[in-house]
T-cell receptor, first 111, second 116 residues
């Protein structure tokens, strides 16, 4: 079945880059997303990438997709304390409505 | 344009009681999705509804859980005879149409259910 896996914790120093990794199993995945969840809040869509793309950059965020290995990463440049949150990797298929989420990576940013 | 609204934000129930969670989609959205997030886990799809119709409920537990999205009013997720294992955050998302592009599922802030 469909599955999305990601590491549970990441700790970085303020100003460093953060790289959060994710793997997925569904080869029909068309859209791959990164969501951010701050404590007690809902999910905020950060960025997404289509499966026919290798990379997408949006300000401090860079998404890399290796479709062959089904590996997705999110790089946050110049990480700030306000970036501390849980980051969810998710995927969905074209025409599908179920978004499959990973368990989330808890990013801790040390000042 | 207000976002997806959920209420209550926090709900405490004793075992055996009923829990009703409400979701008002964004204005102009006719599709609603419910997800459950257990502690330390990601979101799991529960059910997808359009106005007055359940499209897919493959993620719903077979017993005690039901969902509706009436012609007028919010979508309701109902949990009867709650048990401690139902304690979780329940998120609602809405979209203007069946999701065919990447960013059209908007999430609400969630309802955190605690069963004592």
């Amino acid at each position: 079945g469909e599955d999305v896996e990601q590491s549970l914790f990441l700790s970085v120093r303020e100003g460093d880059s953060s790289v959060i990794n994710c793997t997925y199993t569904d080869s029909s995945s068309t859209y791959l997303y990164w969501y951010k969840q701050e404590p007690g809040a809902g999910l905020q869509l950060l960025t997404y990438i289509f499966s026919n793309m290798d990379m997408k950059q949006d300000q401090r965020l860079t998404v890399l997709l290796n479709k062959k290995d089904k590996h997705l990463s999110l790089r946050i440049a110049d990480t700030q304390t306000g970036d501390s949150a849980i980051y969810f990797c998710a995927e969905s298929s074209l025409g599908g409505f179920k978004t499959i989420f990973g368990a989330g990576t808890r990013l801790f940013v040390k000042a | 344009n207000a976002g997806v609204m959920q209420n209550p934000r926090h709900l405490v129930r004793r075992r055996g009681q009923e829990a009703r969670l409400r979701c008002s989609p964004m204005k102009g959205h006719s599709h609603v999705y419910w997800y459950r997030q257990l502690p330390e886990e990601g979101l799991k799809f529960m059910v997808y509804l359009q106005k007055e119709n359940i499209i897919d409920e493959s993620g719903m537990p077979k017993e005690r859980f039901s969902a509706e999205f009436p012609k007028e009013g919010p979508s309701i997720l109902r949990i009867q005879q709650v048990v401690r294992g139902d304690s979780a955050a329940y998120f609602c998302a809405s979209s203007p149409d069946r999701v065919t592009s990447s960013d059209t599922q908007y999430f609400g802030p969630g309802t955190r259910l605690t069963v004592l």
